[in-house]
């Protein structure tokens, strides 16, 4: 046993199936602060902190604290191109202008159920490398911060949710315009995919009443567009440690 724990110390920490689906979660997130890390993994701050160890000895993230509270986590380039198999991947750090923003759409996936592993997400970093809306040659224009899919279930055909996620009041005219852009978005995405295409738009409390009130100016049909509030998701504005 100490002979096996010495060679394996020699070539370096071991990859597992679990670090693999953690690593490739973070990477489409760009990253996370480590409450949300603990929450991803299911694990207690003590191991939590023990995994992310060993994955920056091994070389797979960075670390950083950009803003007050939990340090926070990120794949280097190399892991994040690896993992997502795309080489043109820039090499992605937090700043403290994103990186409320950047908890907020990781929380909003945890809570709706998308952890490690599960199928169906899409990120707003793969839709910004081309997967997704953007043709080659096209502009990149407004993103969603993630889409996913509702498969099927009591004979009901699958279903495609785009998720926007907004920090800040924007008043009612920049508001409009962004929720006027999020639908059509949709709109296109039904006609390419055939599927039904709604949106799920999460902001803060204070500019529900907006958000409500530019979807009704665009007469989008109803269970179209659901909006909800962000303080609503757990770990979404604030720091579990």
Known sequence: ??????QRSDIGPRLTPRDAA????????YGA????????????RTRTYEVVRRWKRAGWVKTGTPVPGPTWVAPTQATARAYLDRERLGDWSPSPGIAAHTRAVAAVR??????????????ERLLRAGSGFRAAGQ?????????????????????????????????????AEVVHEVIG????????????????????????????AAVEQSRTPDRRV????????????????
């Open 1 to 6: 046993m100490s002979s096996e724990r010495a």
């Open 22 to 29: 953690a690593l490739t979660w973070l990477a489409e997130q």
């Open 33 to 44: 602060p480590l409450d949300l890390v603990a929450q991803l993994l299911g694990t207690t």
């Open 110 to 123: 945890l809570w709706l159920g998308f952890g490690p592993g599960v199928e169906g997400w899409t990120s």
């Open 139 to 175: 502009s990149v224009g407004h993103l969603v911060d993630g889409q996913y899919v509702l498969r099927s279930s009591e004979g009901r055909p699958d279903r495609e949710v785009l998720v926007e996620v907004e920090l800040t009041p924007k008043g009612q005219r920049r508001t």
């Open 185 to 212: 978005q949709s709109t296109r995405r039904a006609a390419e995919t055939g599927m039904w295409c709604g949106v799920q738009y999460l902001t803060t409390r204070a500019a529900v009443r907006d958000v409500l």
């Open 226 to 241: 659901r909006v909800e509030a962000i303080d609503d998701v757990p770990l979404a504005l604030e720091a579990q440690w």
